[in-house]
Nanobody, 116 residues
Framework: QGQLVESGGGLVQPGGSLRLSCAASGSIFSINAMGWYRQAPGEQRELVAGITSGGSTKYADSVKGRFTISRDNAKNTVYLQMNSLKPDDAAVYYC??????????WGQGTQVTVSS
C-alpha cells in the first residue's frame, strides 16, 4: 500500500534544532492521521506529536512549545521541527501514517542524538 521514507536526523548540540521529514510513496489515495513517535534505548515507543487530516495537532507534554508538527498534503509529507533540543530528546524517531482509510504505515526510523 505504500512506504514511508524519513530524513533529517543526526547529531545536534543541546539547544540546537533539527527538522525531520517523512514522505509517503506508493499506492496512496488518502492520508488521515500522521504522527511522530520516538524510542530511546530500553524505553517503550512513545507518541511525540500527531496531526489530523484537518490540521489539528497534539503533542507530548515533554515537547510542547519546542516541537512543531506540520504536513504538506500535496507532497504526502509530514515534518517535525524540533527546537531547543535536550539530551532527553535523543532517540530513534519514527513517522507513522494512516493511509487509504485503514493501513498503518511506519517509517524506518531516524536517529536523533543530542550531545555536546
Amino acid at each position: 500500500q505504500g512506504q514511508l521514507v524519513e530524513s533529517g536526523g543526526g547529531l545536534v548540540q543541546p539547544g540546537g534544532s533539527l527538522r525531520l521529514s517523512c514522505a509517503a510513496s506508493g499506492s496512496i489515495f488518502s492520508i488521515n492521521a500522521m504522527g511522530w513517535y520516538r524510542q530511546a534505548p530500553g524505553e517503550q515507543r512513545e507518541l511525540v506529536a500527531g496531526i489530523t487530516s484537518g490540521g489539528s495537532t497534539k503533542y507530548a507534554d515533554s515537547v510542547k512549545g519546542r516541537f512543531t508538527i506540520s504536513r504538506d498534503n500535496a507532497k504526502n509529507t509530514v515534518y517535525l521541527q524540533m527546537n531547543s533540543l535536550k539530551p532527553d530528546d535523543a532517540a530513534v524517531y519514527y513517522c507513522q501514517m494512516v493511509v487509504n482509510g485503514r493501513y498503518n504505515l511506519w517509517g524506518q526510523g531516524t536517529q536523533v542524538t543530542v550531545s555536546s
